[in-house]
C-alpha cells in the first residue's frame, strides 16, 4: 500500500494535488488505458553519495543518468478535474505497482526508465550536468531588457560576454512575447537578428533562434542557429513544424496557454496546471515525432508566465520534475519575470535576481538541465555553488 509520508508538503504541490494516504487497488484498464491517467513525480531528490548509496541499495533511481536520484515517488491519479497524489518511498512503490496489476507495472515502469535515463545532447550540449543558456533581445520593447542591445553590435558584445561569462549557449530574439506585447513583421524580425545569429555563429557561439515564425526560423539556421526555441512549441505558424523537421536543428518545445501572448495572461484557467502541462508538451513531442523530428532534437520548457496565474506558476515549479517523464531534457526560463514579483514585493525586472536565482537552484534541485537567464554571471557562480553543496552531500 502507497502511505503519504511527507509531513510537512510542498504548499505548491498540495494546491494543484489533493493529498491522498492511498491509491486503490485494480488499475487494469480496458484496453490497458493509465496514459493520461497516472503520473509519476519524482520526489526525494538528493544528489552526490546520497543518491550513489541509495541507487545501489534499491532505494533510489537516477534523474537522467546525472547528478540527482529520486529516493521517493509520487504517484498521481488523475479522475476528472481532480489529481490525487500519493508519496512512497521508491522500493515500496515498486512492490505496490508490481503487486497490482500488470498494466500499472508496465506503466510505471515504462515511466522509471525515461525519468532515469540519459538525455541525448541538445544542440550540440552534453546534457550530463546543467548549463546555461544567455539571452539576447534585439527588440525595443521586451519587459527587462529592452532597447539595451539594439544594434547588431551591441546583441554581439553582450553575447560574447556571456559566453565568456560561462553560457553555454545564447538565444537571440527579435520580438518581444511579454504579455500584451504587439507583434512585429517578419521582415523586421529577421532584420533585427539574422545579422547577430550569422556573426555570433562564425566566432564559433552556439546559437538558438527564439522565434515563433517559421521564415525567420529557416533563415536563422542558414545563418548557423543550431537551435530553434518556440514559444508555441511550433503551433504559432502553420510552417514551422515542416520548417523546423527539415533544419535539422535542434528544438525547444514551450508550453503556452493560447496562442497569441498579447492576450495569453487574460483567464488562464487550468484543471490541474502541472498535468495539463505535462499533457500538452507531450502532445506536441507526439506531432514532432510523427513529423520526423528525432526526440534527440528535442527539449522541453513549461512555459513559466506564458499564460499562467502566479498560483499557477508555483504549482508547476513546485512539481517540476514531473516532466522528466517525458525523457526529455528540460529547459527553464524564469528570469526577471513579473511572477518573481508578484510572489515578493512587486520589484521591477532588473531588481528580480535573488527571486530569479531561488526559483533557479529549485530547477536544478528538481533536475533541469538548461537555465535561461539575463545574468549569466550571477547564475553561474550560484550553479557552482549549488554544484559544490549537493555533491558534498
Known sequence: MI??????PDPAVSSAFCRSPALPRGFALEGGGLAGRL?????????????ASAIIAGHGWPLAEGLLAFTQMGIILRDGEQAHLAVA????AVEWCEGDSPDLARHLGALVQRIGARRAPWGGVAMDQPVIMGIVNVTPDSFSDGGEVFSTGSAVARAVAMVEAGAAIIDVGGESTRPGAEP???????RRVIPVVRTLAEKGVR?????????VMDQAVAAGAVIINDVTALLGDPKSLGVAAKSGAAICLMHMQGDDPRTMQADPHYDCAPLDVYDHLAG???????????????????????????????QILGSLALLHGLGLPLLLGVSRK????????????????PGTLAANLAGLDAGVQ???????????????VWHALRMGG
Open 3 to 8: 502511505r503519504s509520508r511527507s509531513p510537512v
Open 39 to 51: 503520473y509519476l513525480l519524482p520526489s526525494g531528490i538528493v544528489a552526490g553519495e546520497q543518491a
Open 89 to 92: 518511498p521508491f522500493a515500496e
Open 184 to 190: 512585429v513583421s517578419v521582415d523586421e524580425e529577421a
Open 207 to 215: 546559437v538558438s533562434i527564439d522565434t515563433r515564425n517559421a521564415a
Open 284 to 314: 506536441r513531442v507526439a506531432a514532432c515525432e510523427a513529423a520526423g523530428i528525432t526526440r534527440s532534437r528535442l527539449c522541453l520548457d513549461p512555459g513559466i508566465g506564458f499564460g499562467k496565474s502566479p498560483e499557477h506558476n508555483a
Open 338 to 353: 513579473s511572477f518573481v514579483a508578484r510572489l515578493s514585493r512587486g520589484e521591477a525586472a532588473k531588481d528580480r535576481l
Open 370 to 384: 538548461v537555465l535561461r537567464v539575463h545574468d549569466v554571471a550571477e547564475t553561474m557562480q550560484a550553479l557552482a
